[in-house]
């Protein structure tokens, strides 16, 4: 297993509520990503944070955010949650530069229900 | 926007045979090509990666082949065992980090 954790594992909300999910990196790892994988679909990039500074973004709407600590761990935070939203969420951590090369560590996930 | 897609979407190989995954993408800035396992439940593991420099890498069973001209890299898996059933993905990387839909990959006894 990587050393990668998230928190929490499982989650229910309702529609309207905003949530944040955390993710702690890797010893030694400065860049985390997050995805969002809805059930039977592969990982959907969401944005990647190094050295606490947003370095990237997919095609995710503004009310998707998140934040990275000096530590380098990160939190996610999605606002006006709609039914849409339930899905797992991955964050993955690498080190370097912050480009496109580093091999990424995904965590376990968090499972988002929204009802 | 950039593309990237996977095929067979869906893969039976009897055990001890082989199986092949082909990801093709359209970012021409792509420079890291890997494979990732995911097991039911599981959070998706990379198992083998090739950088743009390099046609083919080799680890055990698993091979990866790229080209950079046609776009496109494939998963070889030889001598399929059991543990070998999972979805597999590609996800290249150039501008942006995209993944594929995901091949499942079923290993029949």
């Known amino acids: 297993e990587t050393g990668v954790t998230q928190s929490p594992t499982h989650l229910i909300k309702t529609r309207g509520q905003q949530v944040t999910l955390r993710c702690s990196s890797q010893?030694?790892?400065?860049?985390v990503s997050w995805y969002q994988q809805a059930l039977g679909q592969g990982p959907q990039f969401i944005f990647q944070y190094y050295r606490e500074e947003e370095n990237g973004r997919g095609n995710f709407p503004p009310r998707f955010s998140g934040l990275q600590f000096p530590n380098y761990s990160s939190e996610l935070n999605v606002n006006a949650l709609e039914l849409d939203d339930s899905a797992l969420y991955l964050c993955?951590?690498?080190?370097?530069?912050?480009?496109?090369?580093?091999?990424?560590?995904f965590g376990p996930g968090t499972r988002l229900l929204v009802l | 926007g950039e593309n990237v897609e996977q095929h067979p979407s869906t893969l039976s190989v009897q055990e001890g045979d082989s199986a092949v995954i082909k990801c093709t993408y359209s970012?021409?800035?792509?420079?890291?090509f890997p494979w990732y396992k995911q097991e039911l439940g599981k959070r998706p593991q990379l198992i083998i990666d090739?950088?743009?420099?390099?046609g083919e890498k080799k680890d055990q069973r698993i091979a990866v082949t790229l080209n950079k001209t046609a776009k496109h890299f494939s998963l070889h898996i030889t001598e399929t065992q059991p543990e070998d059933s999972a979805v597999y993905f590609c996800?290249?990387?150039?501008?942006?980090?995209?993944f594929g839909k995901g091949t499942r990959l079923h290993i029949l006894p």
């Open positions: 993955a951590s690498s080190s370097g530069t912050g480009g496109g090369e580093k091999t990424q560590y």
């Open positions: 010893s030694g790892h400065n860049t």
């Open positions: 996800a290249p990387r150039g501008d942006k980090i995209i």
């Open positions: 970012d021409s800035a792509s420079n890291y």
């Open positions: 090739i950088r743009s420099n390099v």
